[in-house]
């Protein structure tokens, strides 16, 4: 399969934890990273190798994976939080390619 | 500070031609993969091309109509696109690298991104 899959929605209140996954036959084999993008925005970096975040992210990010599935999750997501959020990564032809994006609400 | 500007956006019909400039600076550019990624109005992001000093790589979507390129003693990159179709309308981004990957395989992640230059292909 070619594709990464993100489910194009998830909400959650403020406080709680919000999981956004992304499923990809080539996953096992391939590192994902992760990308936040505002309303308005370029996408930003939150989640780089080996699941570490960037200076200025916030341990509340956090990512993991098993198997075919990647996770981002965000503890106790907070209202400034609330973008889209998407995973990149490759196909098992090394094609580079993101998943479709999930929009996360946060109220 | 790391900053990428674009530039090259605008208004062409179907068929026709642009040619998409990025300005780096605040890094050294020659060491670092440069990527164009795009994102039609509303959908989400899509990869389109990259060069390292080792590759190109083309997304099916532009292969054979988009060409990248790079001059790295004016720190810029280029993405010269041909025979434009309406499903290219989006804003290209130009991206940064977090090194110079030797591979396809090794890209990412991106650890800076320009904010964009818009496209439009319609008759």
């Known amino acids: 399969s070619s594709e990464l899959t993100q489910p194009p929605s998830v909400s959650v209140s403020p406080g709680q934890t919000a999981r956004i996954t992304c499923s990809g036959d080539?996953?096992?084999?391939?590192?994902a990273f992760w990308y936040q993008q505002k309303s308005g925005q370029a996408p930003l970096l939150v989640i780089a190798?080996?699941?570490k975040r960037p200076s200025g992210i916030p341990e509340r990010i956090s990512a993991s994976s098993s198997g075919t599935v990647a996770t981002l999750t965000i503890s106790g997501a907070q209202v400034e939080d609330e973008a889209a959020y998407y995973c990149?990564?490759?196909?098992?032809?090394?094609?580079?390619?993101f998943g479709g994006g999930t929009k996360l609400t946060v109220l | 500070e790391v900053q990428l500007a674009e530039s090259g956006g605008g208004l062409v019909q179907p068929g026709g031609s642009l040619k998409l400039s990025c300005s780096a600076s605040?890094?050294?550019?020659?060491?670092?993969?440069i990527h164009w990624v795009r994102q039609a109005p509303g959908k989400g992001l899509e990869y389109v091309s990259g060069i390292s000093n080792y590759w190109r790589y083309y997304a099916q979507s532009v292969k054979s109509r988009f060409s990248i390129s790079r001059d790295n003693y004016e720190n810029m990159s280029h993405l010269d696109m041909r025979s434009l179709r309406v499903e290219d309308t989006a804003l290209y981004y130009c991206?940064?690298?977090?090194?110079?990957?030797?591979?396809?395989?090794?890209?990412?992640?991106?650890?800076?991104w320009g904010r964009g230059t818009l496209v439009i292909v319609s008759p």
């Open positions: 080539a996953l096992p084999k391939k590192t």
């Open positions: 990149f990564s490759a196909d098992s032809s090394d094609f580079p390619l």
């Open positions: 991206v940064k690298d977090s090194h110079d990957p030797a591979t396809i395989a090794a890209l990412g992640p991106f650890d800076s």
């Open positions: 190798e080996d699941n």
């Open positions: 605040g890094f050294a550019f020659k060491n670092y993969g």
